[in-house]
C-alpha cells in the first residue's frame, strides 16, 4: 500500500505545474497525502510476535550469536593449544597357508583366518616383541625422548627394558584392516620422526622374529651340511697328498695321454718297428748288389739304375762305342784315333766298375748300422715293457685310494650345493608375513584436526546457542507456552523508544563557487563537483572534510541521508568524499539505496543495462555485478533506482547484508538513503536500522540548521538509527529530475 501511495504521489508530481491557485491545490492535496501515508504508517496494525523456537531465537539472537561464537572460538583456541600428535603406521600381510597342507575353508583362506590374526595381534602386543623392537637401531633413543618429554625420571628406565617396553606399548595400536589379511601397526607421539622411527622398529622386529622362526631348522642344517663340506674337505686334501706323494716316489708321473712309462714303450715300440723296416730295407739292397758280383749284369741292377753317375758313365760308354764302331770302317785298327777310343772305351768301363763297388760297401754300412739300431732297440722295448709293467701294478697299489678321493669329491660337490641352498633359502625366507609397507614420516597430524573440530564446534554452537535461548526462553515464562501481553501487541510510539541523543557536527562541506554552478543546478552531480574543484579553496576544504568523514566511521559503512526530500546533498556528499579518498589510496565503495533518482547512473553514464542494487536484493542479479569502476581507481560505485524504496520498506534486507559482507575489502562503505524529515521514508529507514549502520545526517547550512539538527536527533531516535554525526553542506538545490522518477523508469525499460 505504502509503494502504491508513493507511486501516485510521484505520478503527481511529475505532471505539469498548474497556475498558482491550481498550485496552491496541488500542494494542499499532497499535504493531506502525506498525512495520510503518515497516519497509515504509524497507527497501522502491530506485526504478528514471532512464537516457538523460532521466535525464542529472534528475541533472544544476541545471547544466540554470543553463545554460538564462544563455543566457536573455544574449538578454534582448543585445536590451536593442544598439542599435535603424529600418527605413523606401518602394514604387514598374514601369508596363506601351504596349498599342500591347508585344510581351512574357504572364506577363510580369502579373507584370513580370525583366530590367526588375532593370535599375530597377540604377538604383537606382547612384551617380548616390545622389546625387540627397542632392540632396533635408533628405537631406544626415541623411546626415551619420547618418555622425557611426558614424564620425568625416564633416566632410570634405560636400563629397565621391561619398564620402558610397558610404557611404549601404550602408544602402540595394532589391529586389522578391514576383512583382509593385512594387519596395521600404528605409533602415536609428538613428533614425526619419532612416531615413523617406533613403528618401523615394531614392524622389523616382528618380521625378523617371524621370519627367524622358521629359519631355524635351516640354520641348524645349513650349519651341519657346512661343518660336513668342512672334515670332508680335508679328507680330501690328506688323501690326495698320499697319492702324489706316492707317485713321486715310484716315478708315477702322468704324461701328455698316459702315465709315462705307458708313453715311453710306445715310442720305443714305434721306434723299434721303424728300425726294423730299414734293416730289411738295406738288406735288400745288399743282396742285390750281391747277385750283381756273382754274375749278373751289375748295370742293369735298381741300385745302379739309381745312380746318376752310373747313368752318366753308361751313356759316355755307349757313345763312344758308337764312335769306335764308325770308325772301324774307315781306320784301321792301329790309327791313333781308333787306339784312343778304345782307350777311352776302357777307362770309362774302369770308372763304372769303381762306381758299383761303391755302392756296394755303401749298401753295407747301412745294413750294419740298421742292424745294431734293431738290437739296441730291442733292449730298449724290453726294459720300458718291464717299466710299464712295474708301473701299472703300482697304480693297481693306489686305485683305490684315488677311487675313494673322487667318490668324496664328489659328496663334496653335492653337500656344498645344497649347504648353499640352504643358506640362500634361510636368507630370503619371508616367513609367514610380508611386509606391504614401512611406515613413512607423517606430515599432517593425527590430532587434533582442525577442520572437524571447527566443524564439531560449529554443530556444537549450534546446538547449545539454540537450547540455551529455548532454556531461557521457558525459565522466563515458566516453562509455559509465550503469553502475549496487550501493551506488547500495541504499536510502539515513536516519542517511546529512544531518547533522542545529541547530533554532533563532524564535517562541514565549503559553499559551491561560482563556477561550480556555472552549468546550473540541473546538471549532473560529477560535472558539478568537477567544476568546483577547480576552486582552490573548494578543493581543500573538501581534503579536510573528507578526512573527518573517514575518521567517523571508525570503519564501518556509513548511511548519508538529506534531510529534506529531493535534496541532492547525500549524493553530492558520497561522491566528493569518496574521490578525495580513493586519490589518498583508500579504496571506496559508494552505493545509491532508497534514492528516486538515479544520481550516480546519470553522473557516470551507466548504461540502463547496467544491473543496480535493486537487482541484487531481489537475486536478479549477483555479487559483483553492479558494481560499477569510475575513472578514479580506487572508487566504486552501484547505482540504485526507484524500486529499492520499496524493497526497503518491505524488510527484504538479507542480500543488503550479504552485500555489505561481501565490501569489507573495501576502506570504506557509503550508502545514499532516503530524506530523513520525510515520513514516506521513515519505513525503509527502520529497515536499514537493523543492519547498525553509522548514520551522516546532510544539513543544509543556513539558519534553520538548528531547527533540521534538533528534528532530525528526534527523527533518528525513533527510528533507531545509530547517529554517527551530522554535515553541514551548501545549498545545492532541489533535484526537479525527481519529479520524474518514474517516467524515466519507463523510458530505460
Known sequence: MLTKALQTTDLRRSAMCPPANSRQKADDVMAETRNTMERHLFNAAPFLMRTGVVGSLWRHRLMFVVIFLAIVLLSLVTAIVLPARYLATGMVIVAEGDPATRTSDVWAQKQGDPADLESQIMILRSSRLMKLALSQPGALDAAMEVCSSSSAG??????????????????????AVGRSRVLSISYTSASPDNAMTMANALVTAYLNDQRGTESNSREVAAKWLWQEVTDLDKEIRDQVAKIESFRRQNGLVQGATASISSESLTSASQQLAAAEQAKAQAQARLDAIRDMKNGRDASASQMALDSRTVADLKQQIATVGNQLAASSAVLGTLHPQRRMLEASLSLLKQQLANEIERISVSAQKDFETASNLVTTLRKEVDKAKDNAANARTDESSIEGMVRDVEAKRQLYAQLYQRASELESERRSLTGGTRLVSLAEKPTRPYFPKKTPMVAAGLALGLFLAAASCVLWDRIRNGFGQLDHEDDASEPRRDDDVLKPEPLEIIGSLPDLPAIGLAGGAGDDLLAILRRSMCAVGFQQ?????????????????????????????????????????????HNVLAVECGSAAREFADAFKLPNREPTLCDVMTGAARLPAGISRTSTPGFHVMAGDNETLGLLESGDIAELETLIGWAKVYDLVLFTGPALLDPRSHEALRSLAEMELGTVVCIDRGDAQETRRANAETTLARLGLRSAGAVLVPALGKDDRAMRAFARGRKAT
Open 154 to 175: 625416564c633416566e632410570s628406565l634405560r636400563n629397565d627394558t621391561a619398564q620402558l617396553a610397558d610404557k611404549v606399548a601404550d602408544r602402540y595400536s595394532v589391529g
Open 541 to 585: 576544504g573538501v581534503k579536510e572534510f573528507a578526512t573527518d568523514l573517514f575518521d567517523a566511521s571508525a570503519g564501518r559503512p556509513l548511511l548519508v541521508l538529506p534531510a529534506e526530500g529531493g535534496s541532492r546533498d547525500a549524493a553530492f556528499l558520497t561522491l566528493a568524499a569518496g574521490q578525495v579518498l580513493a586519490k589518498k589510496g
